[in-house]
């Protein structure tokens, strides 16, 4: 039991040194998405009230 507390605390440990950089395509072609979503609904909001 005492080594699996080792093992875990110094697996612990190498994950907190290594700092990864955040992957931002995701978040970049989420929010893309999500914008056009929103300007399609907008856009077929304000045709049926100019009708």
Known sequence: ?????AELAKLEAQNTNENKPTNWTPWIIGGGIALLVIGIIAYFLSRKKKE
């Open 1 to 5: 039991m005492q080594d699996k507390k």
